[in-house]
Nanobody
Framework: VQLQASGGGLVQTGGSLRLSCAASRNILSIRAMGWYRQAPGKPRELVARLTSTGSTNYADSVKGRFTISRDNAKNTVYLQMNSLKPDDTAVYYC?????????????WGQGTQVTVSS
C-alpha cells in the first residue's frame, strides 16, 4: 500500500488545517487508517484512527477538535484539525494497517509538517 499525505502547513493558534492521505488501493480493504504525529524529541503518537467498519478513536488531546473521515470513492482519508494549538506542532504521518499473508502490516506515508504559531 502506498500512502500520499498532504495538507500540512503553518497556521496560527486557533486556526484550522485539513490533512489528506490518498491510498493506492481500496481503503475499505484496509483494516484501519490513521494519523500519527511526532514532535521533536518525542515518540510518535496516535492522533486518530478510522477502521474499515467506521469506528474511530482519538487521542485525548485532540478530542473535540480533530475529526477523521474518509472518501471511499477517492480512497482518501482526511484529518480535519480545528482550534489548533502550538502543542499540535509536529510531523504528521498517515498509517494503514493491512492484513498480510501471516500477520498485520503497517504502512506509512511520508510525513507532512504542521506548525502552529502562538
Amino acid at each position: 500500500v502506498q500512502l500520499q499525505a498532504s495538507g500540512g502547513g503553518l497556521v496560527q493558534t486557533g486556526g484550522s488545517l485539513r490533512l489528506s492521505c490518498a491510498a493506492s488501493r481500496n481503503i475499505l480493504s484496509i483494516r484501519a487508517m490513521g494519523w500519527y504525529r511526532q514532535a521533536p524529541g518525542k515518540p510518535r503518537e496516535l492522533v486518530a484512527r478510522l477502521t474499515s467498519t467506521g469506528s474511530t478513536n482519538y487521542a485525548d488531546s485532540v478530542k473535540g477538535r480533530f475529526t477523521i473521515s474518509r472518501d471511499n470513492a477517492k480512497n482518501t482519508v482526511y484529518l480535519q484539525m480545528n482550534s489548533l494549538k502550538p502543542d499540535d506542532t509536529a510531523v504528521y504521518y498517515c498509517n494503514a494497517l493491512v492484513l498480510g499473508l501471516t500477520n498485520w502490516e503497517d504502512y506509512w506515508g511520508q510525513g507532512t509538517q504542521v506548525t502552529v504559531s502562538s
